[in-house]
């Protein structure tokens, strides 16, 4: 499934400037003149304060997935271009739709069109300091309509480096790029979405945020504000290349999406086990310790080539009762290399992927030990992409647990962005 996702941010725009162009009558040239460099450097001075806050926005919600990425950049390009409506608030939303062919590992090959997303986000900047956020999500046969994201972020650019944002997000943990539909296999292990409080900066390239939330699983059963992370990025241009590199960490891994919920089913298993055997034992359904996590992610652009390269892994082993691989605490961990080229074809642009992807100990996952994908996507119209991807996947051996088979996927998608 695709969740080619941006994030949905905000920035100021030339507020007034239709009605500042209309001529006035009984204005001298001259005044007319100095009118329209008046004009020229409020709308520069809105264009540049506009960069900074995409800046500081893509630092927000850097661990978030691709889909929110499309849903910020066409919020941001209806603002350049057309202004606000109704006090500032801009609508946009993302429709992919797929068509499926998946051979797994075992059992019979499957097919299938469904609606892989939609989302319909909305960005409003309140004032110079504050803006406001939230989509609505739907994944068929994956996430109910539900809200994907509420934050509320206070920063201004032109004032101070410092940005906070509070509300439900993705935790910046791990950077999850791609130019292909699936998503890598480290957003599969490390992506969370939460309600947290986050605090950072974006300053000469150089971009930081430490955060805090709860977390979805409470430890030796304690509902506190004990989950929290950190992450620092610098980016940099130079001439045809543009190249970004960062890290983070976050305390609990055992807080991301897919890994709670697995948590809280195997700590649920191993307890009903035990209480049939005794109806007295003291095992605890919640987690008794908390498994850290790291991240470094590198991509560069140079002229139509870009590279992607991703590592995330499980700081130490977690408990077996919470995650095991081979009857020890798993300690999973991913690898993704990326590698696209843009270019034209028959008048349209085009990107072109490959990658390559690994994990290690994510058996209880249900993730490949092993992933190839390459994939191609058009522009056919404005707004609207046709992609079409195939991979192919090695499972774990039979040793380790797994099946030691291979599976494939082809996977065809419309997408539009209105």
């Not at 209806?78 to 059992?107: C, M």
């Not at 081979?326 to 349209?348: H, I, M, V």
């Not at 490959?354 to 996507?377: D, F, K, M, N």
Request: charged share 20%; glycine share 10%; net charge negative.
């Amino acid at each position: 499934m695709n969740k080619k996702q941006s994030y949905l941010g905000v920035s100021l725009v030339v507020a007034g400037c239709t009605a500042l162009s209309l001529p006035s009558h009984g204005q001298t040239l001259e005044e007319r003149v100095k009118r329209l460099e008046q004009e020229n450097r409020e709308q520069a001075a809105a264009i540049e304060q506009q960069q900074k806050t995409i800046a500081a926005q893509k630092q927000a919600l850097e661990g978030a997935p691709m889909r929110v990425q499309e849903l910020e950049r066409a919020l941001e390009e209806k603002r350049v271009h057309y202004g606000g409506w109704f006090q500032n608030i801009d609508i946009t939303g993302l429709i992919e739709v797929e068509a499926s062919y998946v051979d797994p590992f075992e059992g019979t090959s499957e097919s299938d069109i469904t609606l892989a997303t939609f989302e319909l986000g909305i960005a409003s900047q309140v004032n110079d300091w504050v803006q406001v956020v939230a989509s609505l999500l739907y994944e068929q046969d994956e996430t109910d309509l539900e809200v994907d994201l509420a934050f509320i972020t206070i920063a201004n650019p032109d004032l101070s480096p410092i940005f906070f944002t509070a509300g439900q997000l993705y935790v910046p943990f791990g950077a999850y790029q791609t130019n292909l539909l699936s998503d890598p296999l480290t957003l599969e292990i490390g992506e969370a979405r939460e309600t947290a409080a986050q605090i950072g900066f974006v300053h000469n390239g150089f971009s930081g945020s430490v955060y805090g939330f709860s977390g979805d699983n409470d430890v030796d059963g304690e509902q506190e504000i004990g989950s929290w992370g950190a992450n620092l990025a610098f980016a940099m241009e130079t001439g045809n290349l543009t190249w970004s590199a960062g890290a983070g960490y976050i305390n609990d891994l055992g807080d991301s999406d897919s890994l709670a919920d697995l948590i809280s089913d195997n700590r649920g298993e191993r307890y009903n086990t035990l209480y049939a055997e005794d109806p007295h034992t003291t095992f605890s359904m919640d987690p008794t310790e908390r498994t850290g996590g790291w991240t470094a992610n590198l991509a560069m652009v140079l002229g139509d080539f870009n590279v992607i390269a991703e590592y995330l892994t499980a700081a130490d082993d977690f408990d077996p009762d919470s995650l095991s691989f081979k009857d020890q605490g798993a300690q999973p961990a991913a690898w993704n290399l990326e590698l696209g080229y843009s270019f034209d074809l028959f008048g349209k642009e085009a990107v072109a992927a490959a990658a390559y992807q690994t994990t290690e100990q994510a058996l209880a996952l249900e993730l490949p030990e092993e992933r190839w994908l390459v994939g191609i996507s058009v522009g056919i119209f404005d707004n609207t992409a046709l992609s079409l991807e195939y991979s192919y996947d090695t499972d774990y051996g039979t040793s380790d647990g797994g099946t030691g088979e291979t599976g494939s996927a082809l996977v065809a998608q419309l997408a539009v962005e209105f």
